[in-house]
């Protein structure tokens, strides 16, 4: 491209639907473009990007803002079936694109047309079939991760009205070892109890509802809805932690948007654009109580942990609009966005006491 700086990459449906993808993760398909580096996340999770040796990214969402300001990762989720297509923007970005000196992850997500298709997905990892985690004693635990997935879309009226609509839900149950031995379990009169193999749980669940109107050939507008969440037991939990000093995580997302595309004349087009996002989650300790923390370097940890009790609510508004405007050879685009962020986090006090030894 000789007529900008950036860099950048674009993936169609039908390019990703061929993409190998190790994950349900989508963020992990931006990975395919070029211009920088980055690691996968095998979860849901947040991928890491590089552009230009620097991890300051954003990301975007049917063309409204979904970067996490309160953190450093994204707000919505999506299935993969959801996304019709991925951009990835890197070094000199036009006007439109701000805050961020990296690079972005673009996104758009599929919507209905005049002909009605659905898919559905089943994938099975069953207890038989799953190895015992390492340093987890023997009886092997219950394990399991299944994937359950279905979209469908198609016209509510031909030529005029449109549907998506997309569900998946994934059940994971795994198990964390304490390695924690019984010598030291003794010293410290740990029970038995606080040695059992932590059975981390997660549920997780997300849901894309979008409509599209073409309201006539020079106005055309479409309203997105999504939501994810992941209720997770035992979260942070094994290895030297105490089976009670571990943490509950509740994980909570949801985001709207609209837009309204104007065509006024063979020259000139107008986007108007909303959008809305919320995340929420919670740490609550295993035990129900937060108390001091007590390391043992190399024996254990007790009592509780750094990030029990963590709370946090992320609000964002986002309005944008572009107008462009083609004469000739030339072509002006103007606009503005304005996003209101409103971020609530909070944190436990740190009562932690750390001892070299179990003799000291």
């Not at 552009?51 to 999506?78: A, E, H, K, T």
């Not at 669940?205 to 209720?231: A, H, I, K, M, W």
């Not at 295993?286 to 370097?297: A, D, F, L, T, Y």
Request: proline share 6%; aromatic share 12%; no cysteine.
């Amino acid at each position: 491209n000789t007529q900008t700086f950036d860099v950048s990459g674009n993936m169609n449906a039908r390019s990703m639907e061929n993409m190998p993808i190790t994950s349900r993760n989508t963020f992990n398909l931006a990975l395919f473009g070029p211009g920088y580096n980055g690691t996968r996340d095998n979860e849901f999770g947040n991928p890491t990007f590089a552009f230009g040796g620097m991890q300051r990214r954003g990301f975007i969402i049917d063309g409204v803002d979904n970067s996490q300001r309160g953190g450093p990762g994204r707000l919505g989720i999506f299935s993969p079936e959801d996304i019709a297509e991925v951009k990835v923007l890197g070094n000199d970005m036009d006007a439109e694109y701000g805050r961020t000196v990296g690079g972005l992850i673009i996104m758009i997500t599929k919507g209905g047309t005049n002909e009605t298709h659905g898919e559905g997905l089943v994938l099975e990892r069953r207890p038989g079939l799953i190895s015992r985690p390492p340093l987890a004693p023997p009886p092997k635990p219950f394990q399991q991760w299944a994937t359950f997935s279905t979209n469908v879309g198609g016209p509510i009226k031909k030529d005029k009205l449109f549907y998506f609509a997309s569900a998946e839900y994934e059940p994971e149950d795994g198990a964390n070892a304490i390695t924690i031995t019984p010598k030291n379990a003794l010293a410290l009169g740990l029970p038995a109890s606080e040695l059992a193999t932590a059975p981390f749980k997660q549920r997780f669940q997300s849901y894309l509802g979008r409509v599209d109107y073409q309201l006539n050939p020079n106005n055309n507008f479409y309203f997105r809805y999504s939501e994810y969440q992941t209720p997770s037991q035992y979260n942070t939990s094994g290895g030297l932690l105490e089976l009670t000093a571990g943490n509950n995580f509740n994980d909570f997302d949801q985001t709207a948007s609209a837009q309204w595309t104007s065509i006024l004349s063979p020259r000139a087009v107008n986007e108007l654009r909303f959008g809305y996002l919320q995340r929420i989650f919670s740490r609550p300790p295993v035990s129900g109580q937060v108390g001091p923390i007590v390391v043992i370097s190399g024996v254990a940890q007790l009592g509780s942990n750094s990030s029990a009790a963590q709370g946090y609510n992320e609000d964002q508004f986002n309005f944008i609009d572009n107008f462009s405007y083609h004469w000739g050879s030339h072509e002006l685009k103007i606009g503005m966005d304005i996003d209101t962020i409103e971020v609530d986090s909070r944190d436990r006090l740190l009562l932690q006491y750390t001892f070299s030894s179990l003799t000291q």
